[in-house]
C-alpha cells in the first residue's frame, strides 16, 4: 500500500504535469492498434464484412471474443513489462509503475485540447474551433454554432473527469498499473467500437456493455466529488446536487449523464441535447436548466471542475490507501 501511494502520487503529478507531449508514445496508441489487427482477424475468422450479412449472435460472438483478448493481451503486456522491470531492479518496476500511471491519466491532456477550442472561440475563428473541439468530441462537428462548439467541449469535459480521472484512478487505487491498463483497454474499445451504427450494432455490444460495468461506481465517486468541487471553488454546489439528483440518467448510457448532470447543475448550463453522428440525427434529452447562455469562458470553469475533482478523488485514495496500511 505504501508503495502504490508513492507510485499514483508520481504518477498523479506527472500527468498535471507534462499531460500527453507529442514525443512520448502513449500506450493507448498501441490499444488503439491491436484493436484494429484483432478486428481484422476476426473479419476473416468470421468471414465478417462488407458483402455478407451476419446474424446478431454471430456478431456479439466476434465482438465479445475481441473485448475478452484485448483487455487479456494489455493487461498481460504490461504486467509482463513490469516483472521484467522488477527482475533486473526493484526501482526500474517502481519507475515503470510510475509511467504507466502517469499515462492513463489524462487530466492536463484533457484540459489542452479544450482550451484550444477556448482560445479559438475567443479569437472568432468557428472553423478553427470546430476543427478543434472534433479532436475532443465523437459528435459531427461541422456544422455547430459557436455556442454549441462552446457546449460540446464542456459536455466532453465534464464526461471525461470521470473516464480519464477517476475511474483510471478509481482502478489503479485498488489493482496499481495493470489495473489502469486493463480500465483503458476497455474505454478505448468503447470510443472505437461501441456504437450503435451499422458497423458495430452487434459487434460492439460487449465492448460497450464492459465499459458500463467499469464504470458504474467511477462515474457515482467522480460525480459525488463534482459536486463537492463546485463547493470548493464557490460554483453553484446546490445546483449542481438539484441537477445532479434529477439529471443523471438522462442519457443513453449508464453512466455518461452522472458528471454531465453535476457540471451543469454546478455552471448554471443546459447541456446535451440532440446531436449529429456519423451524419445521422441523434435524439438526446436535455441535462440542467439554462440559467444563461453558454459562453466561452465555460470552458475554463469545467476545466477547474476537473482539476478539483480529480484532485479530490485523488485524495480519498490515497487516504484509504493509508488507512489501509496503517492497519
Known amino acids: 500500500m505504501k508503495e502504490r501511494m508513492v507510485i499514483l502520487c508520481a504518477g498523479f503529478f ?30 476473416k475468422i468470421f468471414n465478417y464484412g462488407p458483402g455478407r450479412e451476419e446474424d446478431a449472435a454471430e456478431k456479439r460472438l466476434a465482438g465479445m471474443i475481441l473485448a475478452i483478448f484485448v483487455v487479456l493481451f494489455s493487461a498481460g503486456i504490461s504486467e509482463a513489462l513490469l516483472c521484467l522491470a522488477g527482475s533486473i531492479h526493484p526501482r526500474i518496476k517502481t519507475a515503470l509503475s510510475v509511467v504507466f500511471c502517469y499515462q492513463m491519466l489524462a487530466v492536463k491532456s484533457l484540459k489542452t485540447e479544450s482550451m484550444k477550442v477556448f482560445h479559438a472561440l ?35 469535459i465534464a464526461e471525461n473527469t470521470s473516464d480519464g480521472a477517476a475511474a483510471p484512478l478509481f482502478y489503479m487505487f485498488l489493482f496499481g498499473p495493470v489495473g489502469g491498463v486493463a480500465y ?3 474505454n478505448t474499445m468503447d470510443s472505437m467500437i461501441g456504437y450503435k451504427n451499422d458497423r458495430y450494432a452487434y459487434f460492439g455490444t460487449a465492448a460497450a456493455r464492459l465499459d458500463d460495468f467499469l464504470n458504474f461506481i467511477p462515474a457515482r465517486l467522480a460525480a459525488c466529488a463534482m459536486i463537492a468541487a463546485a463547493f470548493l471553488l464557490g ?4 445546483g449542481a ?12 448510457s449508464p453512466n455518461s449523464a452522472h458528471t454531465e448532470a453535476a457540471c451543469a447543475g454546478a455552471l448554471g448550463l443546459k447541456l446535451a441535447g440532440d446531436a449529429h453522428y456519423f451524419g445521422r440525427l441523434c435524439k438526446k434529452p436535455f441535462i440542467g436548466d439554462a440559467k444563461r447562455e453558454i459562453e466561452p469562458e465555460d470552458i475554463i470553469r469545467a476545466n477547474r471542475l476537473l482539476y478539483a475533482t480529480s ?13 489501509c496500511a496503517l492497519v
Open 14 to 43: 506527472l500527468d498535471l504535469l507534462l499531460g500527453d507531449p507529442p514525443w512520448l508514445y502513449h500506450p493507448v496508441r498501441a490499444i488503439g492498434r491491436l484493436i484494429e489487427i484483432t478486428e481484422k482477424a476476426l473479419q
Open 122 to 156: 475567443k479569437s472568432g475563428d468557428i472553423r478553427e474551433a470546430r476543427d478543434a473541439v472534433s479532436m475532443i468530441v465523437g459528435r459531427d462537428t461541422n456544422h455547430l454554432s459557436r455556442e454549441g462548439v462552446a457546449r460540446a467541449a464542456v459536455e466532453t
Open 184 to 186: 483503458k483497454a476497455v
Open 235 to 238: 460554483y453553484d454546489g446546490k
Open 241 to 252: 446536487a438539484r441537477i445532479y439528483k434529477r439529471d443523471r440518467y438522462m442519457h443513453a
Open 311 to 323: 484532485a479530490l478523488v485523488w485524495l480519498a485514495g490515497i487516504i484509504v490507501c493509508a488507512v
